[in-house]
Protein backbone atom coordinates (compact mmCIF):
# COMPACT_ATOMS: atom_id res chain seq x y z
CA UNK A 1 0.00 0.00 0.00
CA UNK A 2 1.30 3.30 -0.77
CA UNK A 3 2.55 5.88 1.67
CA UNK A 4 -0.03 8.60 1.82
CA UNK A 5 3.10 10.55 4.17
CA UNK A 6 5.00 10.48 0.84
CA UNK A 7 6.35 13.36 -0.50
CA UNK A 8 7.89 13.79 -4.26
CA UNK A 9 9.98 16.97 -4.81
CA UNK A 10 13.09 18.13 -6.70
CA UNK A 11 16.04 18.88 -4.46
CA UNK A 12 17.24 21.91 -3.26
CA UNK A 13 20.87 23.15 -2.21
CA UNK A 14 19.79 22.69 1.19
CA UNK A 15 19.51 18.77 0.28
CA UNK A 16 22.78 18.11 -0.43
CA UNK A 17 23.85 16.54 3.08
CA UNK A 18 20.87 14.07 2.81
CA UNK A 19 21.75 13.33 -1.12
CA UNK A 20 25.07 12.66 -0.32
CA UNK A 21 24.13 10.03 2.90
CA UNK A 22 21.95 8.80 0.19
CA UNK A 23 24.34 8.05 -2.14
CA UNK A 24 26.75 6.56 0.51
CA UNK A 25 23.69 4.22 1.11
CA UNK A 26 23.54 2.89 -2.42
CA UNK A 27 27.43 2.84 -2.93
CA UNK A 28 27.42 0.18 0.51
CA UNK A 29 24.55 -1.28 -0.77
CA UNK A 30 26.44 -2.57 -3.66
CA UNK A 31 29.73 -2.74 -1.43
CA UNK A 32 31.51 -0.31 -3.28
CA UNK A 33 31.66 2.45 -0.70
CA UNK A 34 35.23 3.36 -1.66
CA UNK A 35 34.36 3.80 -5.54
CA UNK A 36 32.25 7.37 -4.49
CA UNK A 37 34.99 10.15 -5.06
CA UNK A 38 32.15 12.70 -4.63
CA UNK A 39 31.15 15.38 -1.49
CA UNK A 40 28.78 17.91 -0.44
CA UNK A 41 30.85 20.27 -1.56
CA UNK A 42 30.55 19.00 -5.28
CA UNK A 43 26.82 18.35 -4.97
CA UNK A 44 26.47 21.96 -4.25
CA UNK A 45 28.91 23.20 -6.90
CA UNK A 46 27.56 20.50 -10.06
CA UNK A 47 23.89 20.23 -9.29
CA UNK A 48 22.75 23.69 -8.14
CA UNK A 49 23.68 26.40 -9.57
CA UNK A 50 22.70 28.74 -12.53
CA UNK A 51 23.56 25.51 -14.28
CA UNK A 52 23.38 22.44 -12.75
CA UNK A 53 25.14 19.31 -14.30
CA UNK A 54 22.63 17.20 -12.49
CA UNK A 55 19.01 16.38 -10.62
CA UNK A 56 17.72 14.60 -8.15
CA UNK A 57 14.28 14.35 -7.38
CA UNK A 58 13.51 13.24 -3.38
CA UNK A 59 11.46 10.95 -1.20
CA UNK A 60 10.25 12.41 1.99
CA UNK A 61 8.12 10.59 4.30
CA UNK A 62 7.09 12.11 7.75
CA UNK A 63 10.20 14.37 7.64
CA UNK A 64 12.89 12.32 6.69
CA UNK A 65 14.11 11.84 2.87
CA UNK A 66 13.70 8.17 2.42
CA UNK A 67 15.00 8.17 -1.35
CA UNK A 68 16.54 9.63 -4.26
CA UNK A 69 16.67 9.37 -7.92
CA UNK A 70 19.11 10.92 -9.56
CA UNK A 71 19.27 12.16 -13.46
CA UNK A 72 21.21 14.18 -15.92
CA UNK A 73 19.81 15.80 -19.07
CA UNK A 74 21.05 15.00 -22.49
CA UNK A 75 20.66 16.28 -26.06
CA UNK A 76 19.76 13.80 -29.07
CA UNK A 77 20.93 14.75 -32.50
CA UNK A 78 19.19 12.23 -34.05
CA UNK A 79 15.80 13.68 -32.23
CA UNK A 80 16.53 16.96 -32.30
CA UNK A 81 15.39 17.49 -28.51
CA UNK A 82 16.60 17.24 -25.36
CA UNK A 83 16.08 13.74 -22.93
CA UNK A 84 16.89 12.81 -19.40
CA UNK A 85 19.05 10.04 -18.47
CA UNK A 86 18.16 8.47 -14.98
CA UNK A 87 21.19 7.54 -13.00
CA UNK A 88 20.41 5.80 -9.59
CA UNK A 89 17.27 5.52 -8.04
CA UNK A 90 17.66 4.57 -4.29
CA UNK A 91 15.09 3.51 -1.51
CA UNK A 92 16.18 3.45 2.44
CA UNK A 93 15.79 -0.22 3.03
CA UNK A 94 13.33 0.47 5.60
CA UNK A 95 10.70 2.13 2.81
CA UNK A 96 11.13 -0.77 0.34
CA UNK A 97 7.64 -2.19 -0.80
CA UNK A 98 6.17 0.67 -0.09
CA UNK A 99 6.59 2.19 -3.96
CA UNK A 100 8.54 4.65 -2.87
CA UNK A 101 10.18 4.21 -6.02
CA UNK A 102 7.34 4.23 -8.46
CA UNK A 103 6.31 7.71 -7.03
CA UNK A 104 9.99 9.29 -7.84
CA UNK A 105 9.41 8.29 -11.53
CA UNK A 106 10.01 11.48 -13.37
CA UNK A 107 6.78 12.79 -15.61
CA UNK A 108 7.90 16.24 -17.75
CA UNK A 109 5.06 18.70 -18.02
Known amino acids: ?50 NPRFGAILAESHGEIVGYTSYTCNY ?7 YMNIDDVF ?3 SQRGRSVGEAMQWQQS
Do not use: C, K
Request: charged share 20%; net charge negative.
Open 1 to 50: MPNPHLIVREAVAADAESLYTLILGLAEHHNQRAAVRTSVAALLRDGFGD
Open 76 to 82: SVWLGSP
Open 91 to 93: VLD
